[in-house]
């Protein structure tokens, strides 16, 4: 391709008008917040809420194989459904474990392992959209503005994903700070409870608005079919 490539000002300019990539960047940006938090604080559960930091570790092994163990699953689901089909299902998966801390809160070490299993289960989703989804919305800021700036979108999401994981552990220590947490302590009952509202309802905040920006998300995969059968036929939304 000799094209010349966008410059700066034009590939911002693509971006703000490519709303499929923004819906997709603020899905991942929140997305990536929850399950940071829900990573960040698996020992914490172990070590205050069941007095077990060894059963912990073995969590954080689970969580981390089975996360990648499910990656043939989610992505025999997309080729049969969608994307955007499968961020919501991986995201009411992973909802659906939070919120059984508070219904159930499983004493029982092998119980919350598995509970975070099942998170993991879901999060494993976002493994397969997450990147899935990009190249989705460059072709479509191709088709809309007549410039792709592939580099520039992958760029972008690569460095809001670091942002996004270095600010989650910033209000982490914020929050765990206002709830009175002292590190190596046995900590008071309201500090316990702020800390199950933290492992529970930040992360699950995080993920229920990342899917109200994902419904909104509008490339089936006939719309981007589509779109990039126009483009190779040279027409153009612009």
């Given amino acids: 391709d000799d094209a010349e490539a966008p ?24 997305m990536v917040c929850g399950t940071t938090i829900i ?6 559960f ?13 969590a954080l092994m689970a969580f981390a194989a089975v996360g990648l163990v499910v990656i043939p699953f989610w992505t025999f689901v997309t080729l049969k459904t969608s994307k955007r089909f499968v961020w919501l299902a991986g995201s009411a998966v992973t909802s659906i474990a939070l919120l059984t801390f508070l219904v159930n809160p499983a004493s029982s070490t092998d119980m919350v392992i598995a509970n975070y299993m099942f998170i993991s289960f879901g999060a494993g989703a976002f493994a397969v ?8 919305t460059v072709e479509y800021g ?8 592939e580099a520039t979108i992958f760029g972008l999401v690569t460095f809001a994903q670091k ?6 552990a910033v209000l982490l220590g914020i929050m765990l700070d206002m709830i009175g947490y002292q590190a190596g302590e046995a900590q008071t009952p309201e500090t316990l409870s702020g800390l199950m509202l933290i492992i529970v309802f930040v992360p699950l905040t995080g993920i229920v608005a990342s899917v109200a920006f994902m419904l909104f998300y509008p490339l089936s995969p006939q719309r981007h079919a589509e779109i990039v059968a126009a483009l190779n036929s040279g027409k153009s939304a612009s």
């Fill in 163 to 168: 942002a996004a994981v270095a600010l989650s």
């Fill in 142 to 149: 191709e088709w809309k503005s007549g410039a792709r700036v």
């Fill in 39 to 44: 990573g960040k604080t698996i020992l914490y």
């Fill in 129 to 136: 959209t997450f990147w899935g989804m990009l190249p989705d």
């Fill in 46 to 58: 172990f070590e205050y809420k069941i007095g077990d930091r060894n059963a912990g570790s073995q």
């Fill in 7 to 30: 410059s700066l000002k034009d590939s911002f300019a693509s971006m703000r008008a490519n709303m499929p990539f923004l819906i997709v960047l603020a899905s991942i940006l929140l």
